[in-house]
């Protein structure tokens, strides 16, 4: 392929996502200047991030704290946010944002395996969802998200950054427009995060190891790009630290799979391993590396590869958009005008059901 053609591919995948973007809004002069209400729930660090983020995005707002901390934490993101002191709940007083009409959603950024219940939780208190990855711990606890939200005809969408991310949007229009040929394989791994916070060691609150934590990276990425379930599923766990952290979740793990295409995938992860985070993809007439792929913050997404002839190296822009300002504005937009976000809850059910096969597969099945 010629630079010409790959400047067509590039407009026609820029095009493409301008279109969606302005099909997933409607017109409404009632709800134009309004911001969405959200309640974080869990202000740890990830929830310290994505309130900062909030405070950019145009049609969102932070208007509730729950934290079982609410004399420090409360009182402290309060001031930040402007968020009243009868605005801060605790786990116990949680159900009481039913009666909170400044709160129209929440964020649930607590370990994984308390996702489901403050969803539900939050379902029946007539508030929307944004819930941060793994979606839950379990296939089963995710179906009970789905129901209930459904129940209460109210919003779930997950937290997934990298699909409201502009570099990742742009390479996935590529990829599939044709510019690597037919699609081979695809390679991914997240490596280089030690563990920080212990309950990501405690199989009670995490539901597993590195593969829920950052393994769904890749994983998510290659079942987003393929646009398939895999069919078949495989996994490997191991643990080299014999001091007892590793007690219930492992320690690294390497899976692969298979698509009904017949694209293989394969992928890694680790808390243990120095490394990088990358998502690589091979075609039959091209290829692709985004190198660093999954990490946050002051990073600059990078590719290089190639389509034909022509050189496809780039690099996305530092934070311009911020993938959390783009995933809350996505989020609020569809609260705004009743649309389907882009990662619902089903996305969320896909990537545990892949998840609980490649356990299974290695014989450390989850929940
Ligand atoms: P964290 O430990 O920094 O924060 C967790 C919060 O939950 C803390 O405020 C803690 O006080 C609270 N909490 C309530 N009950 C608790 C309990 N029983 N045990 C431990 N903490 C409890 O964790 P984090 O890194 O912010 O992760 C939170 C969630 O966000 C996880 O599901 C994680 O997978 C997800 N996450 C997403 C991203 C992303 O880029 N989208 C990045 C990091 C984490």
Same mark, same amino acid.
């Given at each position: 392929?010629?630079?010409r053609? %790959?400047?067509?591919?590039?407009?026609?995948?820029?095009?493409n996502?301008?279109?969606?973007?302005?099909?997933?809004?409607?017109?409404?002069?009632?709800?134009?200047?309004?911001?969405?209400?959200i309640?974080?729930?869990?202000?740890? $660090?990830?929830?310290?991030v994505?309130?900062?983020?909030?405070?950019?995005a145009?049609?969102?707002?932070?208007?509730?704290?729950?934290t079982?901390?609410?004399?420090?934490?409360?009182?402290?993101?309060?001031?930040?946010?402007?968020?009243?002191?009868?605005?801060?709940?605790?786990?116990?007083?949680?159900?009481?944002?039913?009666?909170?009409p400044?709160?129209?959603a929440?964020?649930?950024?607590?370990?994984?395996?308390?996702?489901?219940?403050?969803?539900?939780?939050?379902?029946?208190?007539g508030?929307?969802?944004l819930?941060?990855?793994?979606? /839950?711990?379990?296939?089963?606890e995710?179906?009970?998200?789905?129901?209930?939200c459904?129940?209460?005809?109210?919003?779930l969408?997950i937290?997934?950054?990298?699909?409201?991310d502009a570099?990742?949007?742009?390479?996935?229009?590529?990829?599939r /427009?044709?510019?690597?040929?037919?699609?081979?394989?695809?390679?991914?791994? %997240?490596?280089?995060?030690?563990?920080?916070?212990?309950?990501r060691l405690?199989?009670s609150?995490a539901?597993g190891?590195?593969?829920?934590?950052?393994?769904?990276?890749?994983?998510?990425?290659?079942?987003?790009?393929?646009?398939e379930?895999?069919e078949?599923?495989?996994?490997?766990? /191991?643990?080299?630290?014999?001091?007892? #952290?590793?007690?219930?979740?492992?320690?690294?793990?390497?899976?692969?799979?298979?698509?009904?295409?017949?694209i293989?995938? $394969?992928?890694? $992860?680790?808390?243990?391993?120095?490394?990088?985070?990358?998502?690589?993809?091979n075609?039959?007439?091209?290829?692709?590396?985004?190198?660093?792929?999954?990490v946050?913050?002051?990073v600059?997404?990078?590719y290089?590869?190639?389509a034909?002839? #022509?050189?496809?190296?780039?690099?996305?822009?530092?934070?311009d958009?911020?993938?959390?300002?783009s995933?809350?504005?996505?989020?609020?937009?569809?609260?705004l005008?009743?649309s389907?976000?882009?990662?619902?809850?089903?996305?969320?059910?896909?990537?545990?059901?892949?998840?609980?096969?490649?356990?299974?597969?290695?014989?450390?099945?989850i929940?």
């Amino acid at each position: 392929m010629d630079r010409r053609r %790959f400047a067509q591919l590039s407009a026609l995948a820029l095009a493409n996502m301008h279109v969606r973007a302005s099909g997933q809004s409607s017109d409404s002069s009632t709800s134009a200047n309004r911001r969405v209400g959200i309640a974080a729930v869990g202000l740890g $660090s990830i929830a310290e991030v994505f309130m900062h983020a909030v405070s950019s995005a145009p049609n969102a707002q932070i208007t509730g704290l729950v934290t079982g901390h609410p004399a420090t934490k409360g009182v402290k993101f309060g001031a930040l946010y402007n968020v009243p002191g009868n605005s801060i709940y605790t786990y116990e007083t949680f159900d009481r944002l039913r009666d909170n009409p400044a709160i129209d959603a929440v964020y649930i950024a607590l370990p994984n395996s308390m996702h489901c219940e403050y969803t539900i939780r939050a379902a029946e208190a007539g508030k929307h969802v944004l819930c941060e990855k793994p979606m /839950a711990i379990s296939s089963a606890e995710c179906r009970r998200m789905i129901d209930a939200c459904r129940r209460a005809n109210v919003k779930l969408m997950i937290g997934y950054r990298i699909h409201y991310d502009a570099t990742f949007r742009k390479l996935r229009e590529l990829v599939r /427009a044709g510019a690597l040929g037919e699609i081979q394989s695809y390679q991914g791994g %997240f490596y280089g995060m030690r563990n920080k916070q212990q309950w990501r060691l405690d199989r009670s609150l995490a539901g597993g190891g590195s593969l829920l934590d950052l393994g769904i990276y890749p994983l998510n990425a290659m079942r987003w790009f393929t646009s398939e379930e895999p069919e078949f599923c495989r996994g490997l766990v /191991a643990t080299r630290d014999k001091s007892g #952290a590793f007690a219930s979740v492992e320690q690294s793990i390497d899976w692969m799979v298979k698509f009904p295409s017949g694209i293989l995938g $394969s992928g890694g $992860s680790s808390y243990a391993q120095s490394g990088t985070n990358f998502l690589a993809i091979n075609g039959t007439t091209g290829h692709l590396r985004l190198e660093p792929a999954f990490v946050y913050g002051d990073v600059i997404l990078k590719y290089t590869g190639t389509a034909g002839d #022509a050189d496809l190296s780039g690099a996305g822009p530092v934070n311009d958009p911020d993938q959390f300002v783009s995933e809350a504005t996505h989020f609020a937009d569809c609260v705004l005008h009743n649309s389907q976000p882009s990662t619902p809850g089903e996305e969320g059910l896909a990537d545990l059901l892949a998840i609980e096969a490649i356990y299974a597969a290695a014989g450390s099945p989850i929940a």
